[in-house]
């Protein structure tokens, strides 16, 4: 009858939504497992921590480089140096470790262009070329902001 097949539709019906959330579910899930499983960490954190080291200003640096200082000088500076913490045991303290000194690096490099152009110690500093390549050729332009 008649009850049997309304039945029949309403369970069909249940079904079907009931099968949207668990799709959504399980094809996030995949993506983020496949996410996670082909992220390349070490690349991805030796990347982040070469941030500061960008040409033009860095915001990130900016807003980063004081508070992950503050939290690196808490620690004992032997657990820093200590390779086997802070290198392939636990690489992310590797990678903050360097983006400290990226940020040291950056600070005494705009330190140095504020004193030579007579610039205040609160004004941007605009780097023209990047750290990374150890140059002396920095000047303040207007080039970019990197984030």
């Not at 640096?61 to 503050?70: H, Q, T």
């Not at 802070?86 to 400290?100: D, K, Q, T």
């Not at 990226?102 to 941007?124: L, S, Y």
Request: aromatic residues 6%; glycine residues 8%.
């Amino acid at each position: 009858g008649g009850a049997a097949n309304e039945a029949e539709a309403k369970s069909r019906l249940l079904g079907r939504m009931l099968s949207i959330p668990v799709d959504l579910a399980l094809s996030f899930l995949i993506g983020c497992s496949a996410t996670i499983f082909l992220t390349e960490t070490d690349k991805l954190q030796k990347d982040m921590s070469a941030i500061p080291l960008v040409k033009g200003r860095s915001l990130v640096a900016d807003e980063l480089c004081g508070d992950f200082a503050r939290e690196y000088k808490q620690w004992p500076q032997s657990m820093w140096d200590d390779p086997k913490i802070s290198g392939e045991a636990h690489p992310s303290l590797g990678a903050i470790r360097n983006f400290v000194k990226n940020c040291e690096r950056r600070g005494e490099v705009e330190a140095r262009i504020r004193n030579e152009n007579g610039m205040g110690d609160d004004e941007p500093v605009l780097i023209s070329n990047g750290l990374g390549d150890d140059s002396d050729e920095e000047e303040p332009t207007n080039e970019s902001i990197t984030y």
